[in-house]
């Protein structure tokens, strides 16, 4: 911060706007990312001033963005690390970028999502003299698959520990995440701070048609849907097998819905032919109209094997769907088997197959469940309630004489 800012009186900088970057490598729809749209319409404009810096791939969440009259800018790409001379000229280049545009912006804080972002938000952050706060959506992200021999692994898990020690708090999007990152880096426990995932049920992607107009003879149909990346982390082939099992005893009057795009369409769409289901499960890509195809099927189900905490999930309990969930880490912390949904054994097929047909067969226990579904949402997950503590935590660290 200049220091011209810096005698500015307190009183006549609570008249102004807290300019805020979002940083951010991906506009794309995901969890993150729509976490993101999330919070800029939970903090509000009349205080904030946003805008959302990516330095990745571009999206539909950034007209989404856009439309709230946010301005989005697109940073130069960082080259991979494998090229090390190559990777040390990109991120210079990066960095000099984001230091221009916080200075020409007058930022006063950054708020990143995931694993580049946040080490980048700490760095910059350090070197304009703002608050930065990373924000980790997934434990997941930190176990590499990579061999023990790439030097890469070390030196991203060095620059994590530095970086999340550095921060001004670390925000994690719940309890469970707040220990597992407070174990792995040794944060105190004010160093983190949980910031529960939500929604505003308002907000919709409402470009595609009605469910009825796209397949026809629904009507009558047991219809289920999940939603996420088509990767194997989410085990939509476990879901598939379920469907067979199913139709294997008799019961062929329901239609599987499963929105995503990813590397694993192929084999699903593979398996789905092996199956003979074609008839029963669709696999309908990416689509801005999700909340609207909930809100015409029975069931949601999320097979992962792992969550942080689903963004999919909380649209489904926002329209009062009967959730069938893993019993996963990020989902049975979520979901109370026989109140708000239903919970299974990861990767089991069988199981999953017998939880949709126990809801085939009950309505009332559908009923229940969709209602649970909605009491969680309404008492957990709307995001305008959730921000609350990390509004103030903003407020308080511009606020702070830097």
């Known amino acids: 911060m200049d220091r011209k800012r810096k005698n500015t009186p307190l009183k006549k900088l609570e008249k102004q706007k807290i300019h805020i970057m979002h940083l951010i490598n991906s506009l794309i729809i995901g969890g993150a990312e729509v976490a993101l749209l999330n919070y800029i319409q939970a903090l509000g404009q009349e205080d904030y001033e946003h805008y959302v810096y990516s330095f990745g791939h571009d999206g539909p969440i950034r007209k989404k963005v856009e439309d709230l009259g946010v301005q989005v800018c697109f940073g130069p790409k960082r080259a991979s690390v494998k090229n090390p001379f190559k990777f040390s000229v990109t991120l210079l280049v990066l960095v000099k970028d984001l230091l221009n545009f916080i200075k020409f912006n007058k930022i006063h804080l950054i708020h990143s999502h995931l694993g580049q972002p946040n080490q980048l938000a700490v760095l910059i952050g350090k070197l304009s003299r703002i608050s930065a706060f990373p924000t980790i959506h997934s434990t997941n992200a930190f176990e590499d698959t990579r061999s023990g021999w790439d030097p890469r692994v070390y030196f991203i898990k060095m620059v994590n520990a530095i970086i999340y020690r550095m921060a001004e708090r670390v925000v994690v999007i719940s309890p469970k995440i707040k ?50 990346r088509l990767v194997p982390l989410k085990c939509f082939d476990t879901l598939v097998r379920a469907v067979a099992k199913i139709v294997e005893q008799g019961q062929n009057n329901l239609l599987v819905l499963i929105i995503g795009v990813g590397e694993e369409r192929s084999r699903l769409e593979k398996l789905i ?130």
């Open 179 to 228: 220990d597992i990152i407070r174990q792995t880096y040794g944060l105190e426990d004010f160093q983190v701070v949980v910031l529960k995932n939500g929604i505003i049920i308002e907000d919709t992607f409402s470009e595609n048609q009605p469910l009825m107009q796209d397949f026809s003879g629904s009507k009558n149909k047991l219809k289920i849907v999940a939603v996420g």
């Open 273 to 402: 032919a092996e199956l003979r289901l074609e008839s029963y499960v669709k696999l309908l890509g990416l689509r801005y109209d999700v909340i609207e195809l909930m809100r015409e099927v029975d069931i949601f189900v999320i097979p992962s094997s792992y969550e942080g905490l689903s963004i999919a999930m909380i649209e489904a309990m926002a329209c009062g769907l009967s959730i069938i969930g893993s019993n996963a880490p990020g989902l049975r912390e979520c979901i109370n088997h026989g109140q708000n949904g239903l919970l299974f054994q990861v990767k089991d097929h069988n199981a999953l197959a017998e939880c949709i047909l126990l809801l085939a067969n009950n309505k009332m226990l559908i009923k229940k469940l969709s209602k649970g579904a909605r009491d969680t949402f309404e008492r957990e997950y709307d995001i305008r309630e959730n921000i609350k503590p990390l509004d103030a935590l903003f407020r308080k660290c511009v606020k702070r004489p830097m």
